[in-house]
């Protein structure tokens, strides 16, 4: 057997992380709460989700911890949630913020990306980057896949 094609991919980190965040709506969404959004009509005004896959995507969200609902009520109106970033979500910017990296220099409007992520602190141009426990820089042809305390094979046919 070859630990590389016969492995049991049934616990897989990767399966399970899209099984929440891998649907083009999850992710827009996130982004949108990044940038400043934090009620479902401003979610529906700049995504044009349709609402109810919208209100599907929020509550898997708040189910899975990424993101909290927050009781907010203007004068005269009835309460509403809002939806606020958890530090679980927080955990998941590196990951988005690798799609914006690669979608700017592969999938921009010709005229550059819409929307840059700068240092709050600095203005100095934010990028993803991968980093060894060591703290040293790696490239992706630089890492390495070895059997983790998870690993398991198929079972024998």
Not at 86 to 101: F, I, R, S, W, Y
Not at 121 to 150: F, K, L, N, T, W
Request: glycine share 10%; with cysteine; charged share 25%.
């Amino acid at each position: 057997m070859d630990p590389r094609l016969d492995r049991d991919t049934s616990n897989c980190s990767i399966a399970r992380t899209l099984e929440i965040v891998g649907e083009k709506w999850t992710i827009l969404i996130l982004r949108e709460v990044w940038y400043g959004s934090s009620r479902f009509s401003d979610f529906e005004r700049v995504l044009g989700c349709p609402r109810n896959l919208l209100a599907t995507r929020l509550r898997l969200l708040v189910k899975e911890g990424i993101l909290a609902a927050e009781t907010y009520k203007e004068p005269g109106a009835r309460s509403r949630p809002k939806y606020v970033i958890t530090p679980k979500g927080m955990d998941l910017v590196p990951a988005v913020m690798g799609l914006l990296q690669w979608g700017d220099r592969y999938r921009a409007d010709p005229e550059g990306p819409a929307v840059e992520a700068r240092h709050r602190g600095c203005g100095g141009h934010v990028q993803a980057q991968i980093h060894c426990s060591e703290g040293h820089p790696v490239q992706a042809d630089d890492i390495e896949s070895i059997p983790g305390p998870g690993f398991r094979m198929k079972p024998a046919q």
